[in-house]
């Protein structure tokens, strides 16, 4: 069984800044690419940002330049720096990873997700 959990959302003004992180646990052999998805409301989930086990990131046009992805492979966690936050970034924010589990196989994993709420 493997789990992911994220936290660090919260209602935060425009402009202002959170950290999000998401922490991998159960039966982990390794975790290969991480990454953080958005589901406003209304609308369809959207790519955020990824990062590799190497540290290869990729971005969403919309984010570039005010969120960072990182990741400390020994703790299994991903964090999600975002600066200078927008009204329309709005959102539920999950965590995703694939996954090597104990018994070989890769899976797909997705986090229950944490709220973001920036007023204006």
Same mark, same amino acid.
């Given at each position: 069984?493997?789990?992911?959990?994220? +936290? *660090?959302?919260?209602?935060?003004?425009? *402009?202002?800044?959170?950290?999000?992180?998401? %922490?991998?646990?159960? +039966? @982990?052999?390794?975790?290969? =690419?991480? *990454?953080?998805? &958005? &589901?406003?409301?209304?609308? $369809?989930?959207?790519?955020?940002? %990824?990062?590799?086990? #190497?540290? @290869?990131?990729?971005? =969403? #046009?919309?984010?570039?330049?005010?969120? %960072?992805?990182?990741? #400390?492979?020994?703790?299994?966690?991903?964090? /999600?720096?975002?600066?200078? $936050?927008?009204?329309?970034?709005?959102?539920?924010?999950?965590?995703?990873?694939?996954? %090597?589990?104990? /018994?070989?196989?890769?899976?797909?994993?997705?986090?229950?997700?944490? /709220?973001?709420?920036?007023?204006?």
């Amino acid at each position: 069984q493997v789990q992911l959990v994220e +936290s *660090g959302g919260g209602l935060v003004q425009a *402009g202002g800044s959170l950290r999000l992180s998401c %922490t991998a646990s159960g +039966s @982990i052999t390794s975790i290969n =690419a991480m *990454g953080w998805y &958005r &589901r406003a409301p209304g609308k $369809l989930r959207e790519l955020v940002t %990824t990062i590799t086990r #190497d540290g @290869i990131t990729n971005y =969403a #046009d919309s984010v570039k330049s005010r969120f %960072t992805i990182s990741r #400390d492979n020994a703790k299994n966690t991903v964090f /999600l720096q975002m600066n200078s $936050l927008k009204p329309e970034d709005t959102a539920v924010y999950h965590c995703n990873a694939d996954i %090597t589990t104990m /018994l070989g196989v890769i899976m797909n994993y997705w986090g229950r997700g944490t /709220l973001v709420t920036v007023s204006s």
